[in-house]
């Protein structure tokens, strides 16, 4: 069983800067991708980015390439994202996903809780 949790959520103002952690249970931590999602009151959820095994290839949805960074520490089983530049459309539930490769991330996986991020304007 794979257990997921998000911490570092808060309430910024536009223009500041977040940093996300997720810290997974299990020895298989390294073996798997980790990805980031998040969803906005009345809205579905929707990929943010991911990170492969390795931490070697890395994939932004569009709206956040050039604001955030996924990274990770296979050492403490933790992926992190860093959000700078934060707009109001940012805010949402984020959650951390773990799914057998950055190609099944939207498919099959483990969900964490979520952490609240809003971002004011």
């Known amino acids: 069983q794979v257990q997921l949790v998000e911490s570092g959520g808060g309430l910024v103002q536009a223009g500041e800067s977040l940093r996300l952690s997720c810290v997974a249970s299990g020895r298989t931590f390294s073996s798997g991708a980790m990805g980031w999602f998040r969803q906005a009151p009345g809205k579905e959820r929707e990929f943010v980015a991911a990170?492969?095994?390795?931490?070697?290839?890395?994939s932004y949805a569009d709206s956040v390439k050039g604001r955030f960074t996924i990274s990770r520490d296979n050492a403490k089983n933790t992926v992190y994202l860093q959000m700078n530049s934060l707009k109001p459309e940012d805010t949402a539930v984020y959650y951390c996903?773990?799914?057998?490769?950055?190609?099944?991330?939207?498919?099959?996986?483990?969900w964490g809780q979520g952490t609240q991020v809003t971002v004011s304007s």
């Open positions: 990170i492969s095994s390795s931490g070697g290839i890395t």
């Open positions: 996903k773990r799914a057998l490769s950055i190609t099944t991330m939207t498919s099959q996986g483990y």
